[in-house]
């Protein structure tokens, strides 16, 4: 009987685990679906991964995996996520493999990110320029741009234009190398404000009219109106009115 109760035991368990088996590949396979449209279709990426049940996952990588993705496919839609709970299951799991260095900077990134969405500037500032040397390791000048991008904006937030200016050019030039036309009109924005800021108006108008240029290739019609504007309020600062209104 005993031996009866164990063979029923194990058969239990080895049914258990290959439907456990089933179910992780399918969520894998899901998974990886995802994240190759994450960046030209992050709707349909977010999605994917909505659909998705934690429950389902019973591998600790693919755990991680998940977390990851969601907390990428969230940002990528604009999503200001303010809860760390999620990210956190992928930084502990990353931070222990170091030779998966891009997700381990991703991971490293989002957090800070998230303090940063909650108002935590001084965390989110110290977390982020922890990881530069990872992502200059990473050789990836996209996800670098995307670090001095955030420094950047932190930096402005407490005054330091001066450091707000140093960050916004190290965005520009990284996303430069990757090739990225949307994100350099953005970071010739934030050379222009920060040269506004510090009352160089000449320069700010500079960076913004090559901004202007950029975001007009892009048919980015939302940020063109926000440059003309700035556009407008140097115009302003440097006593000339009507082209003001011109541009408005």
Sequence with gaps: MRNRTKRLIFLLALCAAAVSCRSNARVEAELLCAEQCLYAAPDSALCILSRIDPDDISRRRTRAEYALLYTMAQDKNYILA?????IRIARNYYRRRPKELRRHF??????SQILHNRGEDSRALVHFLRIEDKGRRLGDPYLLGLLYQRICEIYETQYNYATTLEYARLAYENFKQAGKNYHCGYALSDIGSAHFDMKQYDSAYTYYSQSLRLVESERDTAMMQFTLGDLAHTRIAQGMPDDACALL
Aim: aromatic fraction near 28%; charge should be negative.
């Design 82 to 86: 303010k809860n760390d709970s999620l």
């Design 106 to 111: 991703l991971s490293e990134y989002y957090y």
